[in-house]
């Protein structure tokens, strides 16, 4: 660790850190300095991975921290792991999100419940949870959400909305939390397809209406993310789209 490295001695919560984006997004902070708690449900394997590997690094540089997110009442307890280790919060990222289908006609209150619940009801919990630590250290909330909170994506209304709720509650955290908690949002588009199967050729149409032609990386969100973290100290409420030109 070099003392010009941005975020020496900060402490940063990443919800659904193990894998994908939220493992981009530690690595890249983790790079600046920081201290990584990789929150992950069922994805041990890979978030004892990433720890081992950022230990190496930097010895007592990571944790890992297994949490059910829709488990509102166990939230505190992330917030307090966290605490115990490193003493502090400086940046909570609310990256965890569940995606799938739900066409109109087939949609269940379970599903509704499982997609707002993550995408939707834990960030709000959990920066509740976080918010005296935040505050404490005058810190940051970033919230993962999604081009299609603002423009609807076929076959997902319950996905599309909670994301626009999130979009909102960014906003309205931002307000809540200030002047002490800068809250940001960072609207990734075509950057990393969803892990279920997606169609050749449909991937080719989504890259074909982006102004950039060309699909992103999960590294691009995560250099927002440092942004964010680092060179943004006048910035709240305000939402990043990462998307290539997707939304133009």
Partial sequence: MHRTDPLAGRCVVITGGAKRLGAATARKLHASGADIVVHYHRSRPAADALVAELDAARAGSALAVCADLNDVERLPALVGAALAR?????????????????????????QFDDLFGTNLRAPLFL??????????????VINMVDIHGRRPLKAHPVYSAAKAGLIMLTKSLARELGPEVRVNAIAPGPVLWPERDLDDTLKSEIIARTALKRSGSPDDIARAALFLATEAPYVTGQVITVDGGRSL
């Fill in 127 to 140: 920066s509740q949870a976080a918010a005296p630590a935040l505050r404490a250290a005058q810190g940051l």
């Fill in 86 to 110: 490193y003493g502090r919060i400086d940046v909570l990222v609310n990256n965890a999100s569940t995606f799938y289908p739900t066409p109109v006609g087939t949609i269940t209150t379970a």
